[in-house]
C-alpha cells in the first residue's frame, strides 16, 4: 500500500491467502464498505466468471481482485465501469510488461487472440440508483499452464513476455489509471478518455466478428464504437445495429 498513488481507490485494500471468491467477499461487505475498497486474493477456489462460467484462479499466479464502488449513477450507466476496468488493465499491462494487450470489447483483455483477462461487473441497487458496484478482474500473470478446457483460448502474461511479471507493480498501476479515468468519467460525465484508450487498442474496431446473441449468431464488420461504448456493426444483409455490452458474445472470425 506504501506506493499506492491513489486518493479513493484502494484506501481500504484487503488481501487474503485463499478465498471463494473477490466478488462474492465484496457482495458480502459491500453495505459497509467504503467507496474504492479493494480485495485481492491469491487464490480462488470458486472464481466465476462470466454466463455462469467458472475462473480458474490458482495461487499465485494472476491478480484475481475486486473493486467496490459507489458511484451515484442510475444502474444503465453501470457496465461504463467494465469499461472503465478493461481500458485501465490493457493501459497497465502495456506499460509495466510492454506485451501487446488488445481489448476485446466489452470485457476481456488478449494477446495474441487468447484472452489474458476477463472483467465480471455486478450491480446491487434500485432502478434508478445503484447502491454499490462489484468491478471484478482477473489477469492470468505468472500462470504456465491453463486447465484443459482453456488450452488455445487463454495465455497469460509470462507466457507473453518469457518472464516472470510483478504483481504488485501491475496492481498498483492499475488501480491509478483506473482511478484517473473513473474521475475524469464522474466528473465530465463521458468516458472520453477511457474510449480513447478502448479504440487505440481495440481488438475488434474495422474487424469481421461472429455475434453470439442467445441461441443466435450473425456476422457483422464492427464500424465503430460510439460516444456510449456502444458497438456499431454492420450485418452481412447491410443492416446496421448497435450492440450493447451484456447482450451478446463476440468471437473473431
Ligand atoms: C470472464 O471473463 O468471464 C470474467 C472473469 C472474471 C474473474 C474475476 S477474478 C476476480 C473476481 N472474482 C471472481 O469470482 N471473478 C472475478
Known amino acids: 500500500k506504501e506506493h499506492l498513488e491513489t486518493e479513493e481507490i484502494g484506501q481500504e485494500i484487503l488481501c487474503f491467502d485463499s478465498i471463494d471468491s473477490t466478488n462474492n467477499y465484496c457482495k458480502k ?3 459497509d464498505a ?13 472464481g466465476r466468471g462470466r454466463l455462469g462460467r467458472n475462473w480458474s484462479s490458482p495461487k499465485g499466479e494472476g491478480i484475481w481482485m475486486s473493486i467496490v464502488l459507489k ?5 444503465t450507466e453501470g457496465m461504463k465501469m467494465t469499461q472503465i476496468a478493461a481500458a485501465s488493465v490493457c493501459k497497465a499491462i502495456r506499460e509495466i510488461t510492454d506485451v501487446e494487450a488488445y481489448i476485446k470489447w466489452p470485457n476481456d483483455i488478449v494477446v495474441g487472440g487468447k484472452k489474458v483477462c476477463g472483467i465480471l461487473t455486478e450491480m446491487a441497487g434500485e432502478l434508478h440508483k445503484i447502491d454499490y458496484l462489484i468491478v ?6 505468472n500462470n504456465q499452464e491453463f486447465p484443459e478446457e482453456f488450452q488455445g483460448i487463454a495465455t497469460s502474461l509470462t507466457i507473453q513476455k518469457g518472464k ?3 504483481r504488485k507493480t501491475l496492481i498498483l498501476c492499475i488501480l491509478k489509471t483506473f482511478e484517473e479515468l473513473y474521475q475524469h468519467y464522474i466528473c465530465q460525465g463521458t468516458l472520453e478518455k477511457t474510449l480513447e484508450i478502448i479504440r487505440l487498442y481495440s ?20 464500424l465503430e464504437i460510439n460516444d456510449e461504448g456502444l458497438l456499431k456493426v454492420q450485418l452481412e444483409d447491410g443492416r446496421q445495429e448497435m450492440l450493447i455490452s451484456g447482450e451478446i458474445s463476440i468471437r473473431s472470425e
Do not use: C, F, Y
Open 136 to 141: 471484478g478482474m482477473g489477469i492470468n500473470v
Open 71 to 75: 458511484p451515484s449513477i442510475p444502474p
Open 34 to 46: 467504503v467507496h474504492g475498497t479493494v480485495v485481492i486474493s491469491e487464490e480462488q477456489t470458486v
Open 164 to 166: 516472470k511479471i510483478d
Open 203 to 222: 481488438a475488434v474496431l474495422g474487424k469481421t466478428i461472429r455475434i453470439i446473441k442467445g441461441e443466435e449468431e450473425i456476422k457483422g464488420k464492427v
Open 29 to 31: 461487505i459491500a453495505k
